[in-house]
């Protein structure tokens, strides 16, 4: 096999381990997610389809994948995970991530670095961390299943290669970025950690040169609810209560089930 145009795994968004079903399943999730139909006015939509498909083509062949396992150059070795950014073992508990988060900002302090904010987004919460995992080889799968969607009656009878779907979701808290405190600089030695003119260090803030405060608008958790928007198919002729499954890049594998919205609101 001639030398590979791109990184096959990635682009199917498997583990270079990953097992034949799960190559078929990220394969069959890819082709929806990139088909042109579902991207329209996409001119890339074409290029990215071309390449899940052979990605999957040779991926899911025993002898081709040998063989391309032979001649692709191994990942990058630049490309850090989150738990690498943050500086943490991936079976950490979610107590011990979001602990150890808030202790790189106070040691960073203001504003935030992006890298952090980035890899916290990821793996702090747990519907999304299992999202990552997935996309890492994990065999945990995305927590949010038979979450109720409402689609129209027609929608469902005829079916469709796209379809938008509000599922619910969680950002990091804007007020305090995502710590759960808003971190000021320490009224009683001006930020400076030590008291003016001294070496003494400041007993307020025990030298940290920061006062926190409970951030209000997330109540100490350090996320606010907000709703994210994924793609699915939904088959022609799915009836109510019918289940589609869809892949999500930051939510990961999840199962929606449809509900006929009807006049007036009701369901």
Not at 29 to 45: S, T
Not at 115 to 133: E, N, S, V
Not at 195 to 222: N, P, V
């Amino acid at each position: 096999m001639n030398s590979p145009e791109c990184d096959y795994y990635a682009v199917l968004g498997v583990r270079r381990d990953a097992s034949a079903e799960e190559i078929k399943a990220a394969r069959r999730a890819r082709l929806r997610d990139a088909h042109p139909d579902a991207n329209p006015g996409d001119p890339a939509a074409a290029e990215r389809f071309r390449l899940v498909h052979q990605a999957g083509e040779v991926l899911g062949n025993p002898r081709l994948r040998r063989e391309y396992d032979r001649a692709a150059p191994p990942p990058p070795a630049a490309v850090r995970t989150c738990y690498e950014v943050l500086g943490i073992a991936p079976d950490a508990s979610g107590a011990q991530i979001s602990e150890r988060y808030r202790q790189l900002v106070r040691a960073a302090g203001r504003p935030v670095p992006g890298r952090l904010k980035a890899a916290y987004r990821r793996i702090g919460d747990p519907r999304r961390r299992a999202g990552y995992d997935r996309g890492l080889g994990s065999v945990t799968r995305g927590l949010l299943d038979d979450i109720d969607v409402h689609v129209s009656p027609d929608a469902a009878s005829q079916g469709t290669v796209s379809h938008p779907f509000t599922v619910p979701d969680r950002e990091l808290c804007p007020q305090c970025d995502g710590v759960g405190r808003i971190l000021l600089p320490c009224g009683h030695c001006e930020g400076r950690g030590r008291w003016r003119g001294s070496a003494i260090r400041c007993e307020a803030c025990d030298g940290r040169r920061t006062d926190e405060r409970a951030c209000f608008q997330c109540r100490l958790s350090g996320w606010v609810d907000a709703t994210r928007t994924v793609t699915g198919r939904i088959p022609a002729a799915a009836g109510e209560n019918a289940r589609i499954t869809v892949h999500d890049d930051l939510l990961g594998v999840i199962t929606l089930r449809l509900r006929f919205a009807r006049p007036g609101g009701r369901s």
